[in-house]
């Protein structure tokens, strides 16, 4: 039986993907890719997510760049800033680059109290949440998934992210047993090749009961 899982994936510098493990093969709005202990892998891919962002980081830090002055990590200040930022009704369009969800971008309803930090970027994760939604129900119609996994370093630690992906799912999540989501896939491997796990999928339940504990049992 598979799992009724549903994978967000976002990384910091570049774009993002939702999966979803399907037994057999079937043309749909995605990529159907082979997968491992016979299943396959259902997934949308290049998704507006780190390249997107550092799209506005550059023209935050353009006058800091011509300056030349040192440039420091902004996300403590970003993190910050949106946390401090409860609510926006600025509105983002993510799509800087062509994707599966457009190819032109938008920064809308702009006034003079909100184009801040913390609602630019509360904004930008309002847009990433409902593209996951939105690539989520193109991969299942039927919306009956019941858990999330999020990993890609952008997901792990953008905790204001997570939060509004989830309330828009309504579900349960786990985040990634590693940040080195390619090191664990391989453990993973090792261990199916090895005898340790009878399949991958087993092994990855493995592994998956070291995720960080309080979002779903393993």
Avoid: K
Avoid at 9 to 22: P, V
Avoid at 59 to 72: D, F, K, R, T
């Amino acid at each position: 039986m598979v799992d009724p899982l549903f994978r967000i994936e976002s990384n910091i510098s570049t774009g993002s993907q939702a999966s979803r493990l399907a037994p057999r093969a079937a043309p749909g709005p995605y990529q159907v890719r082979p997968f491992f202990d016979g299943m396959f892998l259902n997934t949308i891919t290049h998704i507006p997510a780190g390249r997107s962002l550092n799209v506005l980081l550059g023209l935050l830090n353009e006058l800091a760049s011509a300056q030349q002055m040192p440039a420091a990590d902004p996300w403590p200040v970003i993190n910050r800033a949106v946390a401090e930022t409860p609510e926006t009704d600025l509105a983002i369009d993510l799509a800087f680059f062509p994707g599966p969800l457009g190819e032109r971008g938008a920064i809308t309803h702009i006034h003079e109290g909100n184009l801040r930090i913390g609602h630019l970027f509360r904004a930008a994760f309002h847009a990433m949440a409902a593209n996951y939604w939105t690539c989520a129900t193109r991969l299942s119609p039927a919306r009956d998934w019941t858990r999330l996994v999020f990993s890609g370093g952008l997901a792990q630690h953008v905790a204001v992210l997570r939060d509004l992906i989830v309330a828009r799912f309504g579900c349960d999540y786990r985040l990634c047993a590693s940040s080195e989501d390619t090191l664990l896939g391989l453990l993973a491997l090792g261990m199916t090749a090895t005898g340790r796990a009878a399949s991958a999928q087993a092994a990855m339940r493995e592994l998956s009961t070291q995720a960080q504990p309080g979002h779903w049992p393993a």
